[in-house]
């Protein structure tokens, strides 16, 4: 394959990306806040007020006032999803006394962290990798059902008001990445990289509300009737859609300031552009900035790596109010990985690695109990603002199938629970080094 073919290839890729996606009544970013209505949740009464209205009860709790911050966490999982290293398998260092550049280690590196090794002057790579998200819990919470407790608006007066709707909400949470990288060696020891991400994100909420008379035992009071003229205490709320498009577009900056007989030390920076369209989460809505440092040290046929970056994050609305256009600040993150590349053969090689990252002050769900006035307790959520740890393994393989073209197959796992989370996550992609 041609470099001029390969451009082609990258630009097509561009143009699909940034081509519009299809357009749909509500943002994503509006979905979970919005779920029972951009006014909050309402039940039916037939009570009239002393002033010859009718009475609508009004329920507010922390779910619906400050649930927003779901579009935070998600924001900021999507900033901490590892790009697949755009550094080519095949890194070169060119030998002064033979003239010719040689390959610089049997193995073809690692797969979500970065080596220190450059491609070499004038070399180009390029590669695309798939992975796919399928949230299951956040803080440990099944997605499957989250609990919340809604209570009247001025409960302490009692009476009917002392009532409660009691919610169970399902969420599908889904994100499929598609990232097209181009690497090209600048000079010998500096590289150059664009990751150009095309990213699906799906979303959907069914959440059960049920009535519980705590305060009165009036079915009149408060009830879903769906104008049939009944006084049921069960609704079902739901709302779902997907958008697809361009995501981020990181660009990479690394230099090897370091090479000994054994060991590397490479630095750069990744610049990520606010692309993407944050109202339908397919971006963070705001500039992020990345130093990271690569170390390594090879043991024969075997590399140990170590990588740290902090990324700096400005202001977007998800981490503010999407409907008023407020922004805030979108938390920071330390990152941190380690790990091993063994090249077991010369056309196979076995990468697992370590990788944290550490979130700055950020919303986080805390799960709590709801005690009502007859005493009966009910389980809820909360948010509590504070900083956190996602921990996450990886383990996989590339494969050299002819060539200069390599395949990589790569799981990553959860270690721990916080954020929001996928238990395993697959990765596919294919290399090609020119």
């Keep these: ?13 561009v143009v699909a990306g940034v081509s519009p996606a299809w357009a749909q009544s509500t943002k994503l970013a509006l979905l979970i806040p919005q779920l029972y209505g951009p006014n909050g949740l309402f039940v039916d009464s037939e009570v009239t007020l002393v002033d010859g209205t009718s009475h609508a009860g009004h329920f507010n709790s922390a779910f619906q006032s400050r649930f927003t911050q779901f579009n935070v966490a998600l924001a900021s999982q999507l900033a901490a999803i590892p790009l697949p290293s755009p550094a080519s398998g095949f890194t070169y260092t060119f030998d002064e006394t033979l003239g010719v550049y040689q390959r610089t280690t049997q193995s073809f590196g690692p797969i979500l962290t970065e080596r220190p090794e450059t491609l070499g002057r004038g070399k180009l790579s390029f590669g695309v990798s ?7 819990s956040i803080e440990g919470v ?16 009692g009476g009917g008001r002392a009532d409660l709707v009691t919610t169970e909400t399902a969420f599908d949470t889904k994100v499929d990445q598609t990232v097209a990288s181009l690497t090209y060696g600048l000079a010998n020891w500096l590289d150059a990289s664009v990751a150009l991400p095309f990213v699906r994100v799906e979303l959907g909420a069914t959440s059960t509300a049920s009535i519980q008379r705590v305060g009165t035992t009036d079915p009149k009071i408060h009830f879903y009737g769906a104008g049939h003229g009944d006084y049921g205490t069960e609704a079902v ?65 075997a590399a140990l790596h170590l990588n740290a970056g902090y990324l700096w994050n400005g202001e977007s609305v998800l981490a503010g109010d999407v409907a008023t256009g407020e922004k805030a600040d979108m938390p920071d993150q330390f990152t941190y990985a380690g790990g091993i590349d063994f090249g077991v053969t010369k056309r196979l090689t076995l990468a697992l690695d370590f990788l944290g990252t550490r979130v700055s002050e950020s919303p986080r769900l805390v799960q709590q109990s709801f005690t009502a006035a007859s005493g009966t307790t009910y389980p809820q959520i909360d948010f509590v603002t504070e900083a956190y740890s996602i921990l996450n393994g990886a383990a996989g393989l590339k494969m050299n199938v002819f060539g200069r073209l390599l395949l990589d197959v790569n799981v990553l796992f959860k270690l721990n629970d916080s954020g929001l989370r996928d238990s395993v996550t697959p990765l596919f992609g294919i290399e090609y080094a020119f």
Excluded: C
Aim: charged share 20%.
């Design 1 to 13: 394959m041609s470099r001029k073919a390969a451009l082609v290839a990258f630009a097509w890729l």
């Design 130 to 136: 798939y992975q796919h998200y399928a949230f299951d």
């Design 142 to 157: 099944d997605l499957d059902g989250v609990p919340a407790v809604f209570t009247h608006d001025d409960a302490q007066l």
């Design 237 to 301: 709320y739901a709302d779902s859609g997907s958008e697809s498009g361009i995501g981020d577009v990181v660009l990479r900056l690394k230099g090897h300031v370091l090479r000994g007989a054994r060991t590397g030390l490479a630095l750069g920076v990744d610049v990520r552009l606010p692309t993407g369209d944050e109202e339908n989460l397919l971006g963070l809505g705001t500039m992020g900035l990345k130093p990271f440092a690569a170390f390594a040290v090879t043991l024969g046929h």
